[in-house]
């Protein structure tokens, strides 16, 4: 009897459209409730920003039922980072059992950026790989392999100019050679 009873829940919910406008519409709402109290809380009251954000949640549903493409959007990037954020904790698993500290991976001004950057590709590459691009008009030229495999040459390219770039030892001499007083 219980054998089957989440199927049965999950594709009752997808049959009475919970998956194609209600949780579209409760995510939109979430986000821009919460973003404008987080930008405009001293000059919206509570009550404008509710407004506000029920308006727009309203058009997310009635965009939602214009693209079907949203359901599997969705389930796609939800899928995508639970594997990403899988693989993550693996990684930070093994690290400590060999007994490396992980929190050195964020000391330094320059680690900090680094991984920032790589936590920003990995959600881009995700968002794209579940179908972003089919959400977004993005020219076709951008979707080659040659167009991703330049922009890999320069980003690489940039990584190593800026790793040339930085001076040994703490910071540049001043210029002059004497002390300023």
């Known amino acids: 009897m219980a054998d ?3 199927y049965i829940l999950l594709q009752n919910m997808s049959r009475l459209g919970f998956f194609q406008f209600l949780f579209p519409f409760l995510l939109a709402l979430a986000i821009i409730y919460g973003l404008l109290s987080w930008a405009l809380k001293e000059q919206l009251p509570k009550s404008a920003r509710g407004l506000i954000s029920l308006i727009f949640a309203f058009f997310v549903m009635l965009y939602t039922s214009w ?3 949203i359901v599997s959007f969705f389930a796609n990037l939800s899928g995508a ?29 320059t680690s900090k950026w680094a991984l920032v950057l790589l936590l920003v590709f990995i959600g881009i590459v ?15 030229w951008t979707m080659s392999s040659d167009f ?7 980003v690489i390219l940039a990584i190593v100019i800026f790793w040339l770039g930085q001076e040994e030892g703490g910071g540049a001499a001043p210029a002059g050679g004497g002390e300023s007083k």
Do not use: Q, R, S
């Open 4 to 6: 089957g009873a989440f």
């Open 67 to 69: 693209n079907t493409m």
């Open 81 to 109: 980072w639970l594997v990403v954020a899988t693989g993550l904790l693996f990684i930070v698993i093994l690290l400590a059992l060999v007994g490396y500290d992980v929190k050195k991976l964020t000391e330094g001004k």
């Open 126 to 140: 995700i968002f794209f790989g579940a179908g972003g691009a089919m959400l977004m008009n993005i020219p076709g």
């Open 148 to 154: 991703w495999t330049v922009l890999f040459f320069i």
